[in-house]
């Protein structure tokens, strides 16, 4: 038998398909000149496997889109709300909702809500639009992630803990009435698709709350964190992930959800909290940035598949094959010995760009340069997470130089199958085998907000 063990599929099948242009290696040559050696800013029907981001670009079921069907479209009062709203308390156990058109809309309005100019706002590593918006509420963010997560050989099983340590430190430096809330990223995008582990939120929570500091999660990926508890940590083998995901957001008083990753669809966010005052102050709040609260910036239609996506990825055998196919292309790089972060993440692969190209020094943006030369190789888009993503800090101008230089290969929700990933695993592995040829950027223009979108470079 050529199985080492009984082989495992995804609990789905193919009713649509969407037909990809394929391009020559001398085509894409000439568009990543035009895009400023910059995925974001390469024409999407330029792309042949698109592994920029899992955000907005799953694959719907069918129920979803019969669900689109049954969109109410009415200004006030959808019932398309009132289903997201039970699913909301029925799946995550928050009492209030606000939607929001994605996660960023739910950040804007939490950071001004809860932050006071002046405090600081612990959290598990940073996000680029979660840190930006706390700082243009006021706030200076702190990291308090544990020292494992900047490390991307460490194998620690959950590297997106929060060091207690570091939280309690901060709170006797500068007092818990100058906390605003810590914020929990589950799972942590920028430290790799790193989990969380409930016995960590829940001590993070008791701290916090003995000085009373709220905890907010940043649940965009916490079904998937969900998963990890499930594998990995001891006495919730048995549980469903349905069960560990509501313990888990029962730790923290208020969440902000980008419903363009976990919960399957292609636009829509929330905000939501037990705290009543709090709600009414982000639903007079939500009037002035996304629309009415009963809608937030979204159709009734994309209220609805955001409902129905719900259930869906939060059933056992969805989640195992999600994050069993981003697991198997990690096993296939590593077979060539490719450098990467471990443990694997739940929403990417993050290849590890300082020791991938270890001859170019940070300064030239060596994982922006990997992920350029990645898109020329094979059409294959990926995304910088490293120097350039990190930005500048907002007091000396200095570019931040984040120890995790890295390329994410993100894998969208129910998209591509297993030959994509062998295709990805291929030209990765070719880069790899040719590093030494190749060159740094330099960066000729730099945007002012969020610099990784719109920046461009030139080859050294
Ligand atoms: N929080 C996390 C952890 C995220 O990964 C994102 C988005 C957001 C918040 C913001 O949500 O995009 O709906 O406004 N991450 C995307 C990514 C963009 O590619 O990782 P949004």
Redesign the pocket.
Known sequence: MRFERRPWAEPFKVKVVEPLKMTTQQDREKYIVEAGYNTFLLRSEDVYIDL?????TNAMSDNQWAGMMLGDEAYAGSKNYYNLEANVQKIYGYKYLVPT???????NMLSQCLIKKGQYVPGNMY????RLHQELAGGTFVDVIVDEAHDPESDFLFKGNVCLQKFEDLIKRVGGENIAYITI?A????AGGQPVSIENIKAVNALAHKHGIKVVL?A??AMENAYYIQQREAGYANKPIAEILKEFASYSDAA?M????DLLVNI??FVAVNDWDLFEELRNMVVIYEGLHTYGGLAGRDMEAMARGMEEAIQDDYMASRIRQVEYLGNLLDEYGVPMVKPFGG?AIFLDARRFYSHIPQSQYPAQALAADLYVNSGVRT?ERGVVSAGRNKDTGEEFMPKLELV?L?IPRRVYTQAHMDVVAYSVAELYENRHKARGLKMVYEPKYLRFFQARFEKI
């Open positions: 920029l981001t899992d955000s907005g058109h994605q996660g960023r809309g739910a950040e996000f680029t639009t979660t990223g799972t942590v995008n920028m940043d965009t990926r902000t980008s419903g363009k990753k829509g966010g929403h995304m994410r993100t």
